[in-house]
């Protein structure tokens, strides 16, 4: 049978969705459907074969979705077991997306929806006897404020910690204990997170920093030498995909927790990249200033006007966007991508492109939007092999 690819796909993506994959469940269910890694993974998981795929989201059914006989939109709240209760029945595989995702929501609402969504997906699936739960998770559940460079996920910060940067981090913490610590014969479950996902769709990280160097107030911290890992949308889901194959009897994947990078198609090999020189090409792929061209700011100062912003918003109950401390970690990675990074962030370039009306139609100072075979960085581009 011909693959049936999401119409939304370029020409890279669809290469990549037409090659044989093994086969996924009959009848899937993804939380968070509607968002931007749950649309994407309810797409590849028709695109491999699925009859049937559930969408579930308390959003309705997005402008873009792919309009397939085989994909169920359903709209529902995480925070209402009986919606939930709706939405797995008869499944083989809950991947559960869903979540209170940035910084600024009242605290309520992600110990609800992260929390006690957790526990409703989980009751859930044991009442209508689903056998395998895939969550994704945050690599943040582990950051402790200091850097974590090159370590495996076994020598990361054990859950729970005693103390979180950010409540979204210690309700999807909490989130990931009541899923991977139900994990039994009757529920096979396994944490999966990525770092820093971008791609097409993408609302939060990649919008809120372009937007923010195109009003020229972007500052690099510090040196500018920040490592961080990053991760393709197609690729995260492709993770989150091979995490419900490693749900088996006798699997050492039960109940635990993985991170997916896009590995060592970073520019260094050791599965890297530099924050802030990423930042800077993206920007200047779309016709912005350079960002490592602008004054930095230094680090110390920045960190007390932060410590500072927490006070007076704690003081006031509301949340300032200064106090909002983000650090970048190297994390350390799965070697399963099946898109080339500079692949992923030609396409998401060209995404963006079209909905920002003053940008030019071509980058004519790295062809960033071009489907050149080598990228703008002068790296060889071939497709990665499984």
Partial sequence: MACTTAPAL?????????????????????????????QRLVEMLVERGAQRVVSFD????????????????????????????????????????????????????YEEVNVGGCRHVVEACLAAGVGKLVMSSSPSTRFDGSDIDGKTELELPKLPQKSYLQEYAETKAKGELVITQACCEKLLTVAIAPHQVYGPRDTLWTPNIMETAATGKLRVFGNGRNRACF?????????LILGERALK??????GGFYICTDADTHPHSEGYAYLWEEVDRFAVGLGLPSVLQSAHAVQFLMYFLAYICNVVGFCLGRKL???????????????????????????????????????????AACNLCLDAQVCHLGRAMAMVQL
């Fill in 10 to 38: 370029t020409a890279l993506q669809r290469r990549a969705a037409e090659r044989s994959y093994p086969p996924v469940p009959a009848h899937c269910v993804v939380t968070g459907g509607s968002g931007f890694v749950g």
């Fill in 58 to 109: 308390i959003l309705p059914q997005p402008p873009s979705a792919w309009q397939d006989s085989r994909i169920v939109y359903m709209q529902g709240d995480l925070r209402r077991r009986t919606d939930v209760d709706r939405a797995v029945a008869g499944a083989d595989c809950v991947w559960h997306v869903g979540a209170a995702v940035g910084p600024f929501h009242p605290s309520e609402l």
């Fill in 231 to 239: 991760t393709y949308v197609d690729n995260y889901c492709h993770g």
């Fill in 249 to 254: 009897e006798g699997s050492p994947a039960l």
């Fill in 321 to 363: 966007c200064l106090a909002m401390l983000r650090n970048f970690v190297d994390s350390c990675r799965v070697r399963i991508g099946k898109m080339h990074r500079a692949r992923g962030e030609r396409r998401s370039c060209r995404w963006w492109y079209r909905g920002l009306h003053y940008l030019r139609a071509v980058c």
